[in-house]
């Protein structure tokens, strides 16, 4: 099966860089839909960013020109790399796949495999 393990996550002073890594234990990573999410106590969680190899790159408003999503098929490893970090970027942050389908979305729903998360704190 379809297995993820997020790694990265930490406690980052207002303004700093932290980078999440999310590893997949099998072939099918490469061909698939990517994303990264993130939630907080009492909400909902929300898209963060979302790659294909056939495109396109999306992103929430939130953090575009600070986030930037990337992949590497030979590791089978997606990346998170958040720059200008906020305290309201504060949460638990999970890589997840959705499984033949390819259109770009940040809706936690249309992705069907998830990791089991890793915390991101940022204080001001």
């Known amino acids: 099966q379809v297995t993820l393990v997020e790694s990265g996550g930490g406690s980052v002073q207002a303004g700093g860089s932290l980078r999440l890594s999310c590893a997949e234990s099998?072939?099918?990573?490469?061909?698939?839909?990517l994303g990264w999410f993130r939630q907080t106590p009492g909400k909902e969680r929300e898209g963060v960013a979302s790659?294909?190899?056939?495109?396109?790159?999306i992103y929430a408003d939130s953090v575009k020109g600070r986030f930037t999503i990337s992949q590497d098929n030979a590791k089978n490893t997606l990346y998170l790399q958040m720059n200008s970090l906020k305290p309201e970027d504060t949460a638990m942050y999970y890589c997840a796949i959705r499984l033949n389908a390819y259109y770009a979305s940040l809706t936690p729903s249309d992705y069907t495999h998830w990791g089991q998360g890793t915390q991101v704190t940022v204080s001001s």
């Open positions: 790659i294909s190899v056939y495109g396109p790159t």
């Open positions: 099998g072939l099918t990573f490469r061909l698939n839909r």
